[in-house]
């Protein structure tokens, strides 16, 4: 089955950059999707198709696909970003598969 | 506006059955793959099981199955999860998912509901 790995937590300042990994065999093949999820309400999809943004997405979040690693950036990060972040792509043989999330704190 | 409203969810013994259901409204329902996910207390996001816009295909993850079963009803706006033989680990809340494409299932998952909660316990 197809595995995703991500980093258990990330800290950040805020107005700095955060960077969230999400790492899987030969990513770059496969389009990922990203999730933010904030304490007691569902996902909301923030990135989809390695990099393009939903309607009401600030600009902040972007995502770039690369070999083994796909990326979640957030740019001047605010304290309202904080949230548990998960990545997902479709594999033919796992179907649905979600990354292991990483809890993104604004210190 | 999209709405997706999970129902059915409750307190269930080991090896008996729940059926949740999901109403849909504000897009037109019949046109999209729609999805289960699941997430256990303090746990991460888990896809359950999938089903394209006319029944065609369904898939399910392994942990649920032959023990689950996705189904919809189009004219209703209404979407389905039997979910036979219940085990501890199948509680959780669950998540009724819009796919973001039309004519497939294997895209990003764009609307999601508040989702309903299954507990399963002696």
């Known amino acids: 089955s197809y595995v995703l790995t991500q980093p258990p937590s990330v800290s950040v300042v805020p107005g700095k950059t955060a960077r969230v990994t999400c790492g899987g065999d030969n990513i770059e093949s496969k389009t990922v999707h990203w999730y933010q999820q904030k304490p007691g309400q569902a996902p909301v999809l923030v990135i989809y198709?390695?990099?393009d943004r939903p309607s009401g997405i600030p600009e902040r979040f972007s995502g770039s696909n690369s070999g083994n690693t796909a990326t979640l950036t957030i740019s001047r990060v605010e304290a309202g970003d904080e949230a548990d972040y998960y990545c997902q792509v479709w594999d033919s043989s796992s179907d649905h598969v979600f990354g292991t999330g990483t809890k993104v704190t604004v210190l | 506006e999209v709405q997706l409203v999970e129902s059915g969810g409750g307190l269930v013994q080991p090896g008996r059955s729940l059926r949740l259901s999901c109403a849909a409204s504000g897009f037109a329902f019949d046109e999209y793959a729609m999805h289960w996910v699941r997430q256990a207390p303090g746990k991460g996001l888990e896809w359950v099981s999938s089903?394209?816009?006319?029944?065609?295909?369904?898939a399910y993850a392994d942990s649920v199955k032959g023990r689950f079963t996705i189904s919809r009803d189009n004219p209703k706006n209404s979407l389905f999860l039997q979910m036979n033989s219940l085990r501890i680990e199948d509680t959780a809340l669950y998540y009724c998912?819009?796919?973001?494409?039309?004519?497939?299932?294997?895209?990003?998952?764009?609307?999601w509901g508040q989702g309903t909660m299954v507990t399963v316990s002696p």
């Open positions: 198709y390695d990099s």
């Open positions: 998912v819009k796919n973001h494409e039309m004519a497939t299932e294997t895209d990003a998952f764009d609307f």
């Open positions: 089903i394209t816009w006319n029944s065609g295909r369904v």
